[in-house]
Each structure stands twice: as C-alpha cells, then as structure tokens.
C-alpha cells in the first residue's frame, strides 16, 4: 500500500472523485483553466506515472503543478525525495493538509522561471504538466543539466510530436529538440475521465530520457528557424530568416536534398550539413 492510500485525508484514497470534490468545497476553490488545472482522479494512471517514472527510495523527483497533492503523495510514498513547484498561492492550506508528514519541499512561484540548475544530479521529473505551458516547460528540462528524464502527461498531440520523426506526422521543431537530447516514447494515452474536471482533450503519458548531451546553442536556433513553418520548403525557411538564396541552393545541394524538401522531412544530420555549409548570420547566430 502507498503513503496515498495509507493517509486518513478522508473516508477514501485522496485521488477519489469524491475526496475530491469535498476538499474543493471545504477549502472554496475551483479548478482555474487559465492554469490548466485538472486534477487527476484514477488511482491506476497516478501508480503508473509514478511507477514508469522511477520514483523510489532516495530518487530525487521533481514535480510541477502538485494542485491537492495527489500524485505529490503517491511520488513521496514511494520513498522519493519530492520537490514540487506551484504558482497557485490559494492552495497553501490544502497542501499543508495532504502533504502534512511528508518529505516533500514545496516551492510556490512559477515553473517557468524556476531555476533548475540547482536540483541535485539524477534528478527524475515525474508530473501531470498544465498543458497550457508544457511544451515551454519540456524545452526548459532538456537543458538542465541535473535532469535525467521526465516522465509526463501531457495532451496526445505534444506526445506524439516529441517522438516523431523525419517525415513523420507532428514532426518539427520539437521533435528535433528531443531527438538532440535524447529521446521520448509514448507509454499510453489516459482517458479524459481520469481527471477532473475532464480536459477536452486526449493525455498520455509520455517519457523522455536525456543523455546528457549539449547541442550547440547557434545549431539549436538554426533549427527553430528551419522548422519554424515546418510544412514550407526549407529554401523558403531560410529565406525568412534572412539567408541569400545563392548561399541556400548551395548548402541545399551539398547536404543531398532537393530544392523542393520540406523542412519536415529534414534529417537532423543533413540539417546540421546545411548549417555548417551556410555563412553566419546576426538573426541566428
């Protein structure tokens, strides 16, 4: 039995529909959209996010967006040592009522200001991700350095964007990020009735392993620019950008593509030719 199911919150485990409700009520709030709040209330996602996530005794975790502390609860009853972030200030009484005896430290401000330089190496991510900043907050892990995986949920379309590839649909620019820093793989998709309030639309669980490897900061910003409109050809990316179409059909030509490729159906090898082969330039270097 897990610390979440051990715990006298209420008359059932803390993510029951019911418990619920009835800490929303006794504490007056109600789930904010504008934060993506939607609470997770099916006991079987909640051990599985934790489980494929690698918490375990001594694992440092960190989660963003605990909301009452039900997988906060599940991640620390695993034995993990839980960092958890929030913005939302009005849940600070709900959260020293869940997480009360455990050993979790809890940091109120924004994720996406958050430094996460200073979390101890091997840190795992384990978190249900408000969807409405999840892609910024992806980007933001795969570059600290202490971060060695995120196992996630997030919507259906972003997952099956990180795991795409080349030629693939969803493929562009956060697709090449991944591929850069390691790799990502869809577990499963999780109904919309696991949470509440439902979300509109499908989640998945996600996870993304990072090998530690740092790509060159000029060749990440060269693919944002190629990929930025990843349906266009990627002659016609580059010309956006600022690049001279003399210099384009050149490195175009040199890395084997057609005049006509589009940026989606890129190899990242054959992306890096065509960077190395182009001159400088202000906007992306």
Same mark, same amino acid.
């Given at each position: 039995?897990?610390?979440?199911?051990?715990?006298?919150?209420?008359?059932?485990?803390?993510?029951?529909?019911?418990?619920?409700?009835?800490?929303?009520?006794?504490?007056?709030?109600?789930?904010?959209?504008?934060?993506?709040?939607?609470?997770?209330?099916?006991?079987?996602?909640?051990?599985?996010?934790?489980?494929?996530?690698?918490?375990?005794?001594?694992?440092?975790?960190?989660?963003?967006?605990?909301?009452?502390?039900?997988?906060?609860?599940?991640?620390?009853?695993?034995?993990?040592?839980?960092?958890?972030?929030?913005?939302?200030?009005?849940?600070?009484?709900?959260?020293?009522? /869940?997480?009360?005896?455990?050993?979790?430290?809890?940091?109120?401000?924004?994720?996406?200001?958050?430094?996460?330089?200073?979390?101890?190496?091997? /840190?795992?991510?384990?978190?249900?991700?408000?969807?409405?900043?999840?892609?910024?907050?992806?980007?933001?892990?795969?570059?600290?350095?202490?971060?060695?995986?995120?196992?996630?949920?997030?919507?259906?379309?972003?997952?099956?964007?990180?795991?795409?590839?080349?030629?693939?649909?969803?493929?562009?620019?956060?697709?090449?990020?991944?591929?850069?820093?390691?790799?990502?793989?869809?577990?499963?998709?999780?109904?919309?009735?696991?949470?509440?309030?439902?979300?509109?639309?499908?989640?998945?669980?996600?996870?993304?392993?990072?090998?530690?490897?740092?790509?060159?900061?000029?060749?990440?910003?060269?693919?944002?620019?190629?990929?930025?409109?990843?349906?266009?050809?990627?002659?016609?990316?580059?010309?956006?950008?600022?690049?001279?179409?003399?210099?384009?059909?050149?490195?175009?030509?040199?890395?084997?593509?057609?005049?006509?490729?589009?940026?989606?159906?890129?190899?990242?090898?054959?992306?890096?030719?065509?960077?190395?082969?182009?001159?400088?330039?202000?906007?992306?270097?």
């Amino acid at each position: 039995m897990t610390q979440s199911d051990s715990l006298p919150i209420s008359d059932g485990p803390l993510y029951s529909p019911r418990t619920v409700r009835d800490l929303l009520a006794r504490f007056d709030l109600r789930p904010t959209k504008s934060l993506g709040q939607n609470f997770l209330i099916d006991g079987n996602t909640l051990r599985a996010i934790a489980e494929i996530g690698g918490a375990a005794p001594g694992v440092s975790v960190l989660e963003v967006g605990p909301g009452l502390g039900v997988l906060t609860r599940e991640l620390a009853g695993r034995g993990a040592q839980v960092i958890t972030l929030e913005k939302d200030e009005r849940l600070r009484p709900v959260l020293a009522e /869940t997480l009360a005896g455990l050993d979790v430290q809890v940091v109120w401000g924004d994720a996406l200001t958050y430094d996460y330089a200073q979390l101890p190496p091997g /840190t795992r991510v384990v978190a249900n991700l408000p969807y409405y900043i999840s892609t910024a907050l992806l980007s933001r892990f795969m570059q600290a350095p202490s971060i060695v995986s995120a196992t996630v949920l997030v919507q259906r379309e972003v997952a099956v964007r990180l795991g795409a590839q080349p030629g693939q649909d969803g493929y562009g620019y956060l697709s090449a990020l991944v591929s850069l820093h390691g790799s990502a793989r869809l577990v499963r998709d999780v109904a919309k009735g696991a949470f509440f309030p439902a979300p509109d639309v499908t989640s998945s669980i996600v996870k993304l392993e990072f090998s530690g490897e740092r790509p060159a900061p000029a060749f990440v910003r060269f693919l944002e620019a190629a990929l930025h409109h990843r349906r266009k050809t990627l002659r016609n990316n580059l010309r956006l950008v600022g690049y001279a179409g003399a210099d384009i059909d050149a490195a175009v030509l040199g890395a084997r593509l057609g005049e006509s490729v589009r940026a989606e159906d890129v190899p990242l090898d054959q992306m890096n030719e065509v960077f190395t082969a182009l001159p400088p330039l202000v906007s992306v270097d």
